[in-house]
């Protein structure tokens, strides 16, 4: 299984390409996908899974085509307002596992 400290450096790792990275939000987005398409989402507590349910859908809902399957025909067709608010989710959820990765190394090291 994997562990928060990995799904923390993954988000990390997204929430620096988005912030960094040239072109629009829609192309940062694509640089990200396989990083949170890929993301085990089995070690967050439910409220978060749920989250990352929710970009992944949002990145992915456009995907089916009549010919099989395009991984990036929702960004293509995706508004720069939506993609903006799909990066500030995964901002927002990066935070959130960074803050378990610190509860859960502070109760390590208490014990």
Do not use: H
């Not at 067709?77 to 190394?105: P, Y």
């Amino acid at each position: 299984m994997a562990s928060l400290i990995y799904v923390n450096e993954k988000l990390s790792d997204a929430v620096i390409t988005l912030a960094t990275a040239p072109g629009d939000v829609r192309s940062r987005l694509s640089s990200i996908l396989p990083k949170i398409l890929f993301l085990p989402g089995n070690c967050l507590p439910s409220e978060l899974e749920k989250e990352l349910d929710w970009i992944r859908n949002k990145l992915t809902e456009k995907n089916s085509t009549q010919y099989g399957y395009d991984i990036g025909r929702t960004l293509r067709r995706m508004r720069n307002s939506t993609g903006s608010k799909i990066a500030e989710k995964i901002v927002d959820l990066q935070f959130r596992v960074q803050i378990l990765v610190e509860l859960e190394r502070k109760q390590n090291t208490e014990v």
